[in-house]
């Protein structure tokens, strides 16, 4: 199963890069999404080792790392705003965003040197976490202000796709790694490092820090202060924007969710449940630059809204008594192009309102909107299924999802008018 | 990007290929100890009951895995078998292992002569065996990075698997049993199954823990009702002794990953502390009714079942202990 993906993955980031010619999508996009892909790739060959590492070699239980990350995701949601504010108060969303990849790639070198104690390892997997959040919003405002607002939503699906083929190609590459030389788990993490520094290199040295959207910095205005910033939050447009993602994402299962789900509908067969992952993963990769493209010309909302519908549909098929695997492959396919038509789109629907001068600021709010909805949505699912059982508690989310529906729909819409003066 | 900084990221990116190529060769090629020297090495064996034990070996890829029986002091090298962990009971035994390609696990099912029967695919790390006493039943638990690829969240859950060995075919996973709690139905979200240890009288009839939040709780099932019913808290990995007695199980530190081995009277559901004062993460192997064995991940240890006496080593450079009867 791997190596399929393995030829495969590796043959798609190429004619990505080919076809975006064709796509017309800005050079500066296909570069952060390169960016984007290495340090995946980095991120996940460490990911996917760590529980074999942490029992081979340290004797640990793989159970605590699974505490270890959930304490710091909460804690990256946050930064995210934090970040995105100051990559538009210094006007320099590139250096932040190079701080958020460096941070994460120093964590890497730092695996390598001190990687042999669970505190250690914990400490990098909390370094990794907080590069990330430092580093996604000014990231995507840098792909928002190098794109067209035209094209928004291809360009940032072409973002995601090069950055799932990392998260992909990372555990085949790990996987090649240990084939090669049995248990030599700092041969990953040397790899990983050097990932993580080309990923570095490439920001650094081939993406443009003022894309044509850019605000100028020369004309004698002052940089946007943190009132301003705030001041988004009185913008009707970006309101309604973030009140669709908050009622979207509260009633938005996470996948893993999902999986668990599906896995007690169908017959056990040990094998299947990685492939939950994988089917998805190639879904979402092969469907977000169509799902981008189509975005752009027929309309952001309705595709996105298309993409909960999907999600709608996948909560129905959890309802069923039992699952054939035709039923699941379709369902997981489902999940995919909800990924697709969802991900990258909000991002771009964000895009096309912010103000130039506030887009990390207000690209950083929708992240944090949407991540800390989904953190109260899972929490909830989980509680749910404990009073009222799978079944329960997936009828109460589709309900729930359907009115959200419903509610966004004027939301959306709304925040995508021309803006009323006055 | 000017074509000065094109050059530099031209020079950089054959700087890391040619680094990392460097280095996974190394690796790949570097010395590796061919020498079984190392085998695990037996201190005091009790006269009345022979063990077989996975090498421990990290260094050394050829002997770690290894499995050995214990005989009187002297420990025999049987067959090829390499296992992460392994159980073997009445002809029967389960060697949970790293697949031929290296990147996969499997479990295989071998006979008495350690030749594998059938195999089995594995979707996690191995973590725990067990075979009930007549051979009938498998049970193993695997490690399940949950780890998504859309979200990169690295939770981890645990399957647990019945099989039939005679068909070496996984029959049921517990996770897809019903559960009962004082009398109702008892669901949620992040139920983990694990540790399953057989009534040495009926193989249908098992133990094992199901963790849910931060309980952690022992239920007691039938493989053929697919049900199980939770009995209380606090108590992972049991392991019922011969006489079916008792259950001899880790208890968690507070809400750490660190555990005390503990015993518990299964009439009277009253426990006691035994004198193995580390953490240990094992499913304990009685090797009579009265002795406990186990593994802190180097070196397999003994302690008395009712909490009096000393820990003592039994098997260096080993883990996985499993206790074998005459008979077989």
């Given at each position: 199963m791997?190596q399929?993906?393995?030829s495969?993955?590796l043959?798609?980031?190429k004619?990505?890069?080919r076809r975006?010619a064709?796509l ?11 960016v984007s892909?290495?340090?995946?790739v ?5 990911a996917t080792?760590l529980?074999?590492y942490l029992v081979?070699s340290?004797g640990?239980s793989?159970?605590?790392l699974g505490?270890?990350?959930g304490?710091y995701?909460?804690?990256a ?11 538009d108060?210094?006007?320099?969303p ?5 701080a958020g990849y460096?941070?994460?790639?120093v964590?890497k070198v730092?695996?390598?040197a001190?990687?042999n104690t669970?505190g ?13 959040g430092?580093?996604t919003a000014?990231?995507?405002a840098?792909?928002s202000l ?6 928004l939503?291809?360009a940032?699906?072409?973002h995601?796709?090069?950055d799932?083929a990392?998260a ?7 996987f090649?790694?240990l084939?090669?030389a ?6 990953v993490?040397?790899v990983?490092?050097l990932?993580?520094v080309?990923?570095v ?5 081939a993406?443009?820090?003022?894309p044509k959207r850019a605000p100028?910095v020369?004309?004698?205005?002052p940089?946007p202060?943190l009132r301003a910033?705030l001041?988004l939050?009185?913008?009707?447009r970006?309101?309604v924007?973030l009140l669709?993602a908050a009622?979207?994402?509260?009633t938005?299962?996470s996948?893993a969710?999902?999986?668990v789900?599906l896995?007690?509908?169908?017959d056990f ?6 492939l939950l992952?994988?089917i998805?993963a190639?879904a979402?990769?092969?469907?977000a630059?169509p799902v981008g ?9 309705p ?6 519908a999907?999600?709608f549909?996948v909560?129905?098929a959890?309802?069923m008594?039992?699952l054939?695997?035709?039923l699941l492959?379709l369902?997981?396919l489902?999940l995919?192009?909800?990924?697709a038509?969802t991900?990258?789109?909000?991002a771009?629907l964000?895009?096309a309102?912010?103000?130039?001068e506030l887009?990390a600021?207000g690209l950083g709010?929708?992240t944090?909107v949407?991540s800390i909805g989904?953190?109260?949505s899972?929490v909830?699912?989980?509680a749910l ?6 079944r329960g508690a997936?009828?109460v989310?589709?309900v729930a999802?359907a ?6 729909v004027?939301l959306?819409l709304?925040s995508?008018?021309?803006?009323v003066h006055g | 990007m ?7 990221l ?9 680094g ?6 190394y ?10 020297d ?8 009790l006269?009345?009951?022979d063990?077989?034990v996975r ?8 002997l770690?895995g290894r499995?050995?029986e214990?005989d009187d002091?002297k420990?025999?090298?049987d067959g090829?078998l ?11 035994g389960?060697c949970m292992?790293?697949a ?13 002569k350690?030749?594998t029967e059938?195999?089995i695919?594995?979707t996690?790390?191995?973590s725990r065996?067990?075979v009930s006493?007549d051979?009938?039943?498998g049970a193993?638990?695997?490690?399940v ?7 990169s969240s690295?939770?981890f859950?645990?399957r ?5 060995m ?5 029959i049921?996973?517990l ?17 983990n199954f ?8 009926d ?9 849910s939040g931060?309980?952690h709780?022992?239920v ?5 009702d697919?049900?199980?019913k939770v009995l209380r808290?606090g108590?992972e990995?049991p392991?019922l002794s011969?006489d079916?007695?008792w ?15 503990r015993?518990l009277?299964?009439a009277t ?7 193995e004062e580390?953490s240990?993460?094992?499913q ?5 009714n ?11 240890y003994?302690?008395p079942?009712?909490?009096?006496g000393?820990p003592e080593?039994l098997?260096?450079d080993?883990?996985?202990p499993v206790?074998l009867?005459d008979?077989?």
């Open positions: 791997y399929v993906e393995a495969k993955a043959l798609k980031p004619l990505w890069a975006s064709r017309n999508v800005p050079r500066n996009v296909v570069m952060l999404g390169m892909m290495l340090t995946d980095s991120s996940e060959m460490v080792i529980p074999l081979f340290l640990a793989p159970l605590a505490a270890i990350d304490t995701r909460g804690a949601a946050l930064v995210q705003v934090i970040s995105g504010f100051a990559a108060r210094w006007r320099r590139k250096q932040v965003a190079e460096g941070i994460s790639a964590g730092a695996l390598v001190a990687g669970i250690g390892i914990g400490a990098i997997v909390a370094f990794d976490r907080i590069g990330k430092i580093r000014p990231r995507d840098l792909i190098s794109s067209s607002k035209a094209g939503a291809t940032f699906g072409v995601r796709a090069m799932s990392g992909m190609l990372g555990p085949l590459i790990a090649g790694i084939l090669a049995p248990a030599r788990f700092d041969a993490f040397v990983s490092t990932f993580a080309l990923g290199a490439v920001l650094v040295l993406v443009q820090g003022r100028r020369d004309d004698g205005t940089p202060s910033a001041g939050i009185r913008d009707r970006v309101v924007l669709a009622v979207l994402s509260l938005s299962v996948d969710m999902l999986y789900g896995q007690r509908k169908i067969e040990p094998a299947v449940f990685p992952y994988v998805t190639v979402f990769m092969g469907l630059i493209q189509l975005a752009d010309r027929v309309g952001r909302v595709v996105l809204l298309c993409g909960y999907l999600l549909v909560y129905g959890l309802l008594s039992s054939g695997y035709g492959v369902c997981l489902g995919g192009g909800y990924f038509a991900e990258g789109v909000f771009a964000a895009g309102i912010l103000p130039e887009q600021s709010m929708l944090t949407i989904n953190l109260i899972s909830a699912f989980g299924w404990l009073t009222l059982g799978l997936v009828l989310f589709a999802l009115l959200a529906i419903a509610a966004a004027p959306l709304r995508q008018q021309a803006p | 000017g074509s000065r900084n094109g050059k530099i031209a020079a950089i990116v054959v700087l890391c290929v040619l990392a190529g460097a280095y996974i060769a690796a790949a090629l570097g010395p590796s100890e061919t020498t079984t190392t085998r695990p090495e037996a201190k005091a064996v006269a009345d009951s063990v077989m090498a421990v070996d990290p260094d050394n890829p050829q770690n499995v050995f214990v002091g420990v025999h090298h090829d390499a296992c992460e962990r392994v159980y073997y009971a009445a002809g029967h389960i292992a790293i031929p390609s290296g990147v996969d696990y499997e479990a295989k099912i071998f006979g008495p350690m030749e059938h195999t695919r594995l996690g790390l191995p065996a067990r006493e051979g009938r039943y193993m638990t695997v490690f990075s949950g780890d998504s690829y859309l979200e690295t939770a859950s645990t647990t698997y019945i099989v039939e005679t068909s070496g075919r996984a049921a996973q996770e897809q049993f019903g559960v009962e709690k004082d009398g109702k139905p008892f669901d949620a979200v992040d139920f694990w540790g399953v240890t057989f009534d040495p009288k193989s249908d009839r098992f133990f094992a823990t199901l963790g931060d309980q709780y022992l007691e099932g039938s493989i053929k697919r049900e199980v808290d108590i990995c392991s011969p079916g007695k259950i001899a199980y880790k208890s968690r530190i507070g809400q750490s990953n660190r555990w005390h081995l015993v009277d299964v559901l009253e426990d006691h502390a035994v004198a580390r240990i993460d094992d304990a192997e009685w090797l009579d009265e002795t406990l064995a186990y593994s802190d991940g180097h070196n397999v003994t302690v079942a009712d909490g009096s000393e080593l098997v260096r080993a883990a996985s206790r009867s008979a077989s």
